[in-house]
């Protein structure tokens, strides 16, 4: 988009004019806004104001003109840009800000067409794609309009920023005059070790610019949609009570949420609550010191949540509602239950049925969706659940009905609620229930409510300084003002617990001043999360104070100093790792660099992750070195969440820009890209060589087929694995330690159930089953026909016809799609494919119907007496074309877009250049003539699914198959007689509008025909394509607490950790929920070998690292190590070894060596970067002659 701003404002009325210019952003603006009044209303949690301004342009533009090449052809009368430089002067309260940048202006006269705002209530979709699945358009637009605060940008301020400037907020404005030093490059990804020199001017003053100024350029950039400002130091000289005033300037009406990030003075955090109260902003106070964190929110006292969990409404479909007073109603139960709860409202929709007393009908024996009784699609009824499959209504009175409904949909309607929040002053002195994190640690929330209590009194009396690292003196100074803080009746520190919380305060307070990357992504995805709710009013935020902590990663006592060598004044010797050595000390650190890790996937998971190891220093020293693939390429809806990306990345492989993006945040990175897929077909390249030097794996996957295939590695090579996902709020991460912890397989989901055929075909009762057969529809037409058309144009007949000889069931079709596709319907023109599309539409929505019809009348009963179409199978109706018809549920035109859609694909597909215009179409379409429909009888369609399968297996078997397709192959051209011509396959890809205009449309007329609930192209293009809903918040949070498991895996220091230790995590953003838990332990196997009990797990293998030694010399070795006699050694499906085989090849092969016994059977050679071959075997004890089941053979040949 292309905003030009250049407004004069007053007395609350704005003149916009916005001019869409694709995907250059030029923002032009020199704003003077001076106290004015605001009228304030905050309405579902967002807050609009409506403002007097005052705004002076002076032809300054700010050009983001990155290009899409595959865009650029779209772009029209695009104005010519020369380079200037220009000098942008902001002020705002008594604030000014000069910012000299180099710019492009504009030369042509399009300037003054070019005036408006920047903000624009349009979402981009392809840009916020998967996070419209997680917000809504709706809270999407809120967020689009509203404006944030931030105050301080070290570590969790960058987080936080970056999540939010992710998610499109309108504006961010950064408040942090502080000048960065060497604890912040801990978090903020965006500070280099040179922005921590501090450099003194000619007046002795310091000269170095500050966290906010530093953090700004690159922030702008993640999002052209938000303005990203700073408060000057001139304005704001310090985040201090000595600045209070104008600190509370800052926080207008036009702010919709406040952040505070780091450690500020108790009475000016309480100051700046109450002044956010006072203009209706909602307040957010998080910090992170060392391994420990808490989050307040302040809401304010009426703040309303339009849907606080983000789940789709329970959805059912109706069995029987009742003829009483109260209506009673229950639901399918092949369907699962309705998940309604006394109180919930539910909408009614296609209701069939309801018959009155009188004779006449309601619904006029159809399935309206209105009654006189109540059952209107309008109104909301209240629920009273009365079981898992029932309900009543008890506002609804069915008594003047004799016969009850059979079929229709119910929908849960999702009602706002308004909640409370007490104020920052109300909760420090008596809170509420503190939201638990880990169940393992229940009593900790108190612990360090009262700690962070402490903290701030310990910053007063030490001028505003956090203890110093390692510093027993300082600890000691803070337990004790813990201690004094400890009043009341229900004391949080007792006999019981003192001596641990001792020991707590200690780690607390000789870890204050780091700032660590893993828990500043953690904290940042949790407080990035509460602003967006803050902005949008959906989900539920958290009430009062959250607390986190990952003491597990520390050593149970403080280190020496000689281990941290932190001074705090020692600014010059300082590294980016000052704030992790700070915490873990030296020798992790040097552990951590040393480390050599694969990364499988460059997603929204593979570039948090990376950026975390950047700043952490994972493959940072001599020894270490990052592996990072990806074969995926960057596409726009990428941009919105994977933050190492820009538009300029465009089409160019993930795993070299993130690889690029991580060397830039730390030079001393060592890491390679590949661009492979992980799998048995590259196992050349990542073989056992490669993971023979790994330390351990990262998964950043989107598939569960690729995580099992990584976990068996991890299991063969015994690597730790880090695995982690997301599915919009929610998310999940599972650390995998070698012997300790069960593997990521060990359990698994089951699997996704699959859509019946004859459902699909015949009898769909869910969009979900409209829309698959409208994608199958898609595939089979403009791909596989294209295909199977060019498979027969590249060979001879002859030979082709040899390639079908083991598809006798599928033969004829393919060959008469081949016929139709290449002879028959092959179009000549652009009108011959909207023929040919207005023919598809009879067919599909209008002659099947009726053939269905014509062989199971709507009348019709089975043989048990019950009616054929009820239940499940809802009663088609045959559709009449009209090219204006509009769908009431959706409010899409799907006759018209169909043909459009379809006329154009079948264009594609045969190079013919498609057309768009409603006037051609209307043309055109007149003049079809469409032939009536005759019923065919003799016709077979499958009622079930037993009845499918029989037919699919009966096929062509009462016909001379061979005969017919040879006719069919003789008839058509010779491929000779077709040279150069081709077909172009369309593979469906749901982020073309195109293709999914199409499925849309498709499935929406099937959805009509049997009155199913129509939905638009964004709901549908999530449910075809199988999308998953992301957010950026979420991926942060997820990749940082898998950091914090990264810590214990490379060993912390000085201290031998437990499977309780160690930690796999669940949460959900949206309600707020978290809960952390211990790994589960490996399942245990008994063998009992040489007269000892051994109990193995799937990380046991019995290994041998003899060389290739021969099957003589490998049975030899089981009897004497193991005292075991082998019956059957195998390796993959090749048997090498049994006692039953014939014993003169068995005499051959004992003196041949292993690998070339399995190259000899399987006639083929192995890699030469493979080192192992697994072989399994069954064998006896010696002693008793009893089977004994023990783990695989990891042989090492070479």
């Known amino acids: 988009l292309c905003h030009n701003s250049n407004s004069n404002s007053n007395n609350n009325n704005n003149n916009n004019n916005n001019t869409d210019y694709n995907d250059i952003y030029i923002y032009n603006s020199n704003n003077n806004t001076n106290n004015s009044s605001s009228k304030k209303k905050k309405l579902m949690g967002c807050i609009e104001s409506k403002r ?274 109260p209506a009673a109603v229950k639901v399918l139960e092949d369907h699962g239950r309705h998940g309604l709860e006394t109180g919930d409202y539910v909408t009614f929709s296609k209701i069939k049925g309801l018959e009155k007393k009188d004779g006449g009908d309601d619904n006029g024996g159809d399935s309206k969706d209105s009654n006189d009784i109540g059952l209107d699609p309008s109104i909301e009824y209240e629920v009273k659940a009365t079981g898992p499959y029932t309900f009543e209504l008890p506002s609804v009175d069915l008594s003047a009905f004799a016969i009850p409904a059979t079929q229709g949909y119910i929908t849960q309607v999702k009602k706002p609620k308004i909640l409370s929040f007490q104020s920052y002053a109300e909760a420090l002195a008596s809170p509420k229930e503190l939201m638990m994190s880990d169940f393992a640690k229940f009593d900790r929330p108190p612990v360090l409510h009262l700690l962070y209590k402490g903290l701030h009194q310990y910053m007063q009396s030490h001028d505003g300084n956090l203890p110093s690292v390692g510093s027993g003196e300082d600890a000691a100074a803070l337990l004790e003002i813990v201690k004094s803080l400890d009043t009341g009746t229900d004391k949080v520190i007792t006999e019981d617990n003192a001596t641990k919380v001792s020991a707590l305060v200690a780690q607390f307070a000789s870890g204050s001043q780091a700032i660590l990357s893993p828990m500043c992504a953690a904290m940042g995805g949790i407080v990035g999360q509460e602003v967006l709710k803050a902005c949008s009013g959906k989900f539920t935020p958290i009430q009062g104070f959250f607390y986190f902590d990952a003491v597990e990663t520390l050593p149970d006592e403080l280190l020496p100093m000689d281990e941290l060598n932190i001074t705090a004044s020692d600014n010059d010797n300082m590294t980016r790792y000052t704030s992790q050595i700070s915490v873990f000390g030296k020798t992790l650190q040097t552990k951590i660099m040393n480390q050599n890790k694969f990364l499988v996937g460059a997603g929204a998971i593979g570039c948090e992750m990376l950026k975390n190891w950047a700043l952490m220093g994972v493959g940072c020293g001599p020894e270490g070195k990052i592996h990072i693939t990806d074969m995926d390429r960057i596409e726009k809806s990428n941009l919105s969440r994977q933050f190492l990306f820009r538009t300029k990345h465009i089409n160019h492989f993930k795993s070299t820009c993130a690889a690029e993006a991580a060397k830039e945040m730390n030079d001393d990175i060592k890491i390679i890209a590949y661009q492979e897929k992980v799998g048995g077909e590259t196992e050349h390249i990542f073989g056992d060589d490669f993971y023979d030097k790994l330390n351990g794996v990262c998964t950043a996957l989107d598939n569960v087929e690729a995580r099992l295939y990584v976990d068996q590695k991890c299991l063969f090579y015994r690597l730790p694995m880090l695995e982690s996902g997301t599915l919009g709020t929610k998310g999940n991460t599972q650390v995998v330690v070698p012997h300790l912890t069960e593997n990521y397989g060990a359990t698994r989901d089951p699997p996704e159930k699959s859509i019946p055929v004859c459902t699909l075909k015949n009898f769909p ?214 040279a150069g011509f081709k077909l172009n396959p369309i593979e469906f890809d749901k982020d073309i509008d195109d293709h999914m205009l199409f499925v849309t449309a498709c499935s929406n007329l099937r959805a009509l025909n049997y009155q199913i609930p129509t939905e638009d192209t964004h709901r549908s293009r999530a449910i075809a394509g199988k999308i998953i809903p992301a957010i950026a918040t979420t991926t942060a949070l997820v990749t940082g607490l898998v950091c914090l498991e990264l810590y214990k895996i490379v060993g912390t220091p000085r201290k031998e950790l437990a499977v309780e230790d160690y930690k796999n995590g669940f949460i959900n953003l949206a309600i707020p929920f978290m809960t952390l838990s211990e790994p589960t332990a490996p399942a245990k196997t008994k063998a009992v070998i040489k007269g000892k009990e051994w109990n193995w797990t799937a990380w046991d293998s019995l290994d041998i690292s003899k060389g290739d030694i021969t099957l003589a010399e490998l049975m030899d070795h089981f009897e004497k190590e193991y005292n075991l006699e082998i019956q059957m050694l195998s390796q993959g499906v090749s048997i090498l070894y049994s006692f039953f085989a014939n014993k003169k090849k068995v005499e051959e092969r004992k003196k041949m060596p292993m690998s070339k016994i399995i190259e000899s059977i399987t006639k083929k050679e192995f890699p030469p970067n493979q080192l192992y071959i697994i072989l399994k075997l069954i064998a006896n004890d010696l002693d008793t002659d009893e089977e004994v089941e023990i783990p695989y053979v990891k042989f090492r040949f070479r």
């Open 52 to 325: 007097n301004t005052n705004t002076n342009t002076n032809n300054t533009t700010t050009n983001t003109n990155n290009i899409e090449e595959e865009n650029q052809e779209d772009i029209i009368d695009i104005p010519t840009r020369s380079p200037t430089t220009t000098t942008t002067t902001t002020t705002t309260n008594n604030t000014t800000t000069n910012t000299t940048t180099t710019t492009e202006t504009m030369t042509d006269a399009t300037d003054e067409k070019m005036t408006g705002v920047v903000a624009t209530g349009e979402v981009d979709e392809k840009l916020y794609s998967r996070q419209l699945y997680v917000m809504g358009h709706e809270a999407q637009r809120r967020m689009m309009a509203s404006s944030a605060l931030l105050f301080g940008v070290s570590g969790l301020g960058a987080e936080v920023a970056k999540n939010c400037i992710l998610a499109g907020i309108s504006t961010m404005t950064l408040c942090d005059p502080a000048i960065p030093t060497a604890f912040d490059l801990g978090g903020n990804f965006y500070l280099k070790e040179s922005d921590i020199n501090v450099n003194d001017d000619d007046n002795g003053t310091s000269a170095s610019a500050s966290r906010a100024e530093l953090s700004l350029p690159q922030l702008a950039e993640l999002n052209q949609y938000v303005s990203v400002s700073t408060v000057s130091k001139e304005t704001v000289p310090s985040l201090t009570p000595d600045h209070q005033t104008a600190i509370l300037n800052q926080i207008t009406a036009s702010i919709a949420v406040v952040i505070i990030t780091i450690p500020l003075d108790a009475s000016l955090i309480q100051a700046m609550n109450d002044k956010c109260r006072s203009v209706g902003a909602c307040f957010i106070y998080s910090l992170t010191t060392g391994v420990f964190s808490q989050v307040f929110c302040d809401f304010g006292t009426e703040f309303i949540v339009s849907d606080t969990d983000g789940e789709q409404p329970h959805a059912s479909q109706v069995e029987m509602i009742t003829c009483d007073s």
């Open 765 to 978: 009762n869910q969009i979900q089953h409209t829309l698959q057969w409208a994608r199958d529809y898609f595939e089979g037409v403009f791909r596989q026909n294209a295909e199977d058309v060019n498979s027969y144009l590249g060979t001879s007949s002859e030979n082709f016809a040899q390639s079908l000889a083991g598809q006798q069931n599928t033969k004829i079709d393919t060959l008469t799609s081949i016929q139709n596709t290449l002879v028959e319907d092959r179009p000549r023109s652009f009108e011959d494919c909207v023929q040919w599309a207005r023919m598809l539409f009879e067919d599909l929505f209008s002659n099947q119907i009726l053939q269905l019809l014509h062989n199971f009348p709507e009348d019709q009963v089975t043989s048990s007496g019950t009616k054929f179409w009820s239940g499940s199978k809802r009663c088609p109706k045959a559709l009449c074309f009209d090219i204006g018809s509009k769908c009431e549920d959706a409010e899409m035109r799907n006759h018209f877009d169909f043909i459009v859609a379809a006329a154009n694909l079948r264009a594609s597909m045969y190079g013919i250049k498609g057309r768009t215009d409603e006037e051609y179409f209307v043309n055109v379409l007149k003049d079809i003539i469409v032939p009536d429909f005759a019923a065919r009888d003799g016709v077979k369609i499958a009622a079930n699914e037993a009845e499918a399968a029989k037919e699919s297996s009966d096929s062509h078997m009462e016909e001379d198959v061979d005969v017919e397709a040879t006719r069919i192959l003789e008839s058509l051209p010779k491929p000779s007689e077709l």
